[in-house]
């Protein structure tokens, strides 16, 4: 492995936010360690169809970044790879990583997927958020970055077949995490968020992947980012909008915000901000392959309160999508296997109770790892988790400790004008810092 042992700046996670504040840095002349704890980079944005408001293609905005980071001769990356130490020397930062193990040599790896082919293990998709399934021996998915295999070894049965199919000879059960330490000048924490498990909203019924079937679940209850995937060109089942449970196309959908968010019941009184507009985006996208598709949308409020937000929402309104002020008290199935829908309408008082063929449920945000690795770096975190901004109106991307910034979604949940309006401003304190401490 070409590591060097002291770089300018450390980045930790691959997403949007971190591809765009790591290619703009070694832009300016510095030295980039960038960390991603997925076998992957990319983040969220390369699973999702398409952004809003502009319903441009978000695979178009994610790979060119994807493929440019590898390739830059100022940045070292680093899949697979967590951070356990942070230590501050002086000005500078002493960390500490692990490099987790993919089974796979991949310095030998090309990326042809025969492991995965002979592979006879199938376990869900992470991708594909359990939709469908993938091999124990596996590529992420098809535009990962960097396009290496890896053994799942908590799932591999040790047949041998992936080493005896690999052309390379780059399989290598013997592989074991590695310690790397660093030194750097600068830290931008770009983790981006998680998603809200709406399994622990039993009373929605919904499955989990599909693999994990409970009592009262109903496999065409789904949430957001499930049906971001089957809405996708590259959509998991080959043919755009096809419900899960039996592949059919789904004549009527509903979709049901706030689900995990403004909960306090279940940790999480936030609002995530983004839930209204995606789901709409979503119902756009649906009404566009599937004409003939009725939609219904259930919210408590309508937040559109970013540029041209509230004339997409009142476009797609006089598209005919019809829109519920209530709150969803369950969703149950009937006799025929479909989701009812049953919630009080705030405008009539009435409990409606209405059948569909598919519920989307609009999952909030949640932060992704940032309470532990606040621990590890020091910095504070906001009483939801997220990484505190002290001042935020003034230096937006500082945190608690100098030299260490904030960057995209690690702060809070915003949509993607703002996470990149963060990673820039990330990147222009740091290196403002970077300058400061050389001088």
Known sequence: MDMKEEYDVLIIGGGYAGMEASLTIADAGFEVLLVEKEPSIGGHLIQISKVFP???????????????????PKIKLLTYTEVKNVEKIGKKFKVKLIKKPRY???????????????CPIIVPKEFEYGLIGRKAAYIPFEMASPKKALIDLDNCIMCGRCERACPKDAINFLD????????????????GYDLFSPELKKEYGYTGNLTRIHDNANPNIIHAFQFERILAPSCPYHTVGLRPGDGKIPERIAFVLCTG??????????????????????????????????VTI???????????????????????????????????????????????????????????DMVVLSVGLLPNGTKELAKILGVETDPYGWIAQPDVNGNPAKTSVDGIFVAGTAAGPMDLPDSIALADAAVSQCIAYLKEVED
Do not use: W
């Open 54 to 72: 502009t319903v441009d293609c978000a695979g178009c905005i994610t790979t060119p970044k994807m493929a440019a980071v590898p390739k830059h």
């Open 104 to 118: 796979v040599i991949e310095e030998e790896c090309i990326g042809c997927g025969r492991c995965e082919e002979v």
């Open 176 to 191: 074991e995490p590695k310690e790397i330490d660093v030194t750097v000048g600068a830290i931008i924490v770009a983790t």
């Open 261 to 294: 968010s403004r909960d306090k019941s279940l940790g999480n009184p936030m609002c995530s901000r983004v839930c209204c507009m995606y789901s709409i985006k979503q119902a756009l996208l649906y009404t566009s392959a599937i004409p003939y598709g009725e």
């Open 298 to 356: 259930y919210y408590m409020d309508i937040r559109a309160f970013g540029k041209g937000f509230e004339e997409f929402y009142n476009m797609v309104k006089e598209l005919g999508i019809r829109f519920v002020k209530g709150k969803v008290a369950k969703i149950e199935t009937n006799e025929n296997g479909n989701p009812v829908v049953v919630a009080e309408n705030f405008e009539t008082g009435e409990i409606e109770r209405e059948e569909y």
